[in-house]
């Protein structure tokens, strides 16, 4: 059974930064494209960071150059290094991996997250204070 268990979401103000962290279990960690995508009320999910299995990166125009994303292989854990955070970054965010080999991590934060045949984390809120 795949589980993503995320912790280091918090509050912060305006300029903070924040480490996300995900634990995968259940998976075959290192063949498949995961990140984090992230919610706000009444909005879709949208996709914010994602890598592949050989560590390419892709990242959402809004989050470049602030938001790094990494992954440890040997301790399946996901990471995601938030600086220079703004309020427009609060949301609840969620671990995800693709179902799917193969995947781009650029076509995949660009998917309707409803279209997606990702696993899910239950979510850790990111609130911050302007």
């Known amino acids: 059974q795949v589980r993503l268990v995320e912790t280091g979401g918090g509050s912060v103000p305006a300029g903070g930064s924040l480490r996300l962290s995900c634990v995968v279990s259940?998976?075959?960690?290192?063949?498949?494209?995961m990140g984090w995508f992230r919610q706000t009320p009444g909005k879709e999910r949208e996709g914010v960071a994602g890598?592949?299995?050989?560590?390419?990166?892709a990242y959402a125009d809004s989050v470049k150059g602030r938001f790094t994303l990494s992954r440890d292989n040997i301790k399946n854990t996901l990471y995601l290094q938030m600086n220079n955070l703004s309020s427009e970054d609060t949301a609840m965010y969620y671990c995800?991996?693709?179902?799917?080999?193969?995947?781009?991590?650029?076509?995949?934060?660009?998917?309707?997250?409803?279209?997606?045949?990702?696993?899910w984390g239950q979510g850790t809120q990111v609130t911050v204070s302007s």
């Open positions: 995800a991996v693709s179902a799917d080999r193969f995947v781009a991590p650029e076509w995949w934060l660009e998917q309707p997250s409803s279209a997606l045949s990702n696993y």
């Open positions: 259940g998976y075959t960690y290192s063949s498949y494209c």
């Open positions: 890598i592949d299995e050989e560590g390419s990166t």
